[in-house]
């Protein structure tokens, strides 16, 4: 069974940095694009990152771009996301997903984490 | 960004209704729209890829059609279990974009 579990959420000061982890299972991670999407309380979804199987292509929304880093350890099967100079906007429930497919179909979704940026 | 636009925003449905949504494209994606079903506290599931093809394991109630600018999204025969929000998404090109959704509701 697929299961994705992410970490790392919590309470951060707008322009501090924070890193989301997500723990893959069920499947071979190597052999898989990921990618992060974010929902913001009570509003819609907003894909933020995608990362390629090998982690050398890496894509980005202009929301996050140079702010935002995905990587990937496919010997530990996990998948991050490194936020740094973070805003209040940033303020969303982060979804660790894989597609299913296509490459960029999302099939799989992990629970979420929140992350809450406020002074 | 392709832009993508969904209506209605919300509907008021009854159990055994013909549920059909709407989803319009800024531009043309082809036939690389997803929809997907969240309901409340949960993640989002994937159930329709490229505009018509059901996902594994999704009940055969749910429908999708469309190529181009212009895709629907149909429940035949609307269960309780099927209230949740709606959202399209394209997969055309990055970045991959999705519609406002729209919500389903009691009458």
């Known amino acids: 069974e697929v299961q994705l579990v992410e970490s790392g959420g919590g309470l951060v000061q707008p322009g501090r940095s924070l890193k989301l982890s997500c723990a893959a299972s069920?499947?071979?991670?190597?052999?898989?694009?990921m990618a992060w999407v974010r929902q913001a309380p009570k509003k819609g979804l907003e894909w933020v990152a995608t990362?390629?199987?090998?982690?050398?292509?890496?894509y980005y929304p202009d929301s996050v771009k140079g702010r935002f880093t995905i990587s990937r350890d496919n010997a530990k099967s996990s998948l991050y996301l490194q936020m740094n100079s973070l805003k209040s906007e940033d303020t969303a429930t982060y979804y660790c997903?894989?597609?299913?497919?296509?490459?960029?179909?999302?099939?799989?979704w992990g629970q979420g984490t929140l992350v809450t940026v406020s002074s | 960004d392709i832009v993508m636009t969904q209506s209605p925003t919300s509907m008021s449905i009854s159990v055994g209704d013909r549920v059909t949504m709407n989803c319009k494209a800024s531009?043309?994606?082809?036939?690389?729209v997803d929809w997907y079903q969240q309901k409340t506290g949960q993640s989002p599931k994937l159930l329709i890829y490229?505009?018509?093809n059901r996902y594994t394991g999704v009940p055969d109630r749910f429908t999708g059609s469309g190529s181009g600018t212009d895709f629907t999204f149909t429940i035949s025969n609307m269960q309780a279990e099927d209230l949740a929000v709606y959202y399209c998404?394209?997969?055309?090109?990055?970045?991959?974009?999705f519609g406002g959704g729209t919500k389903l509701e009691l009458k």
């Open positions: 990362i390629s199987t090998s982690g050398s292509r890496t």
């Open positions: 998404m394209q997969s055309n090109s990055y970045p991959p974009t």
């Open positions: 490229k505009a018509s």
């Open positions: 531009q043309n994606v082809g036939s690389n």
């Open positions: 069920g499947f071979t991670f190597s052999n898989y694009y």
């Open positions: 997903a894989r597609p299913g497919a296509t490459v960029v179909t999302f099939a799989y």
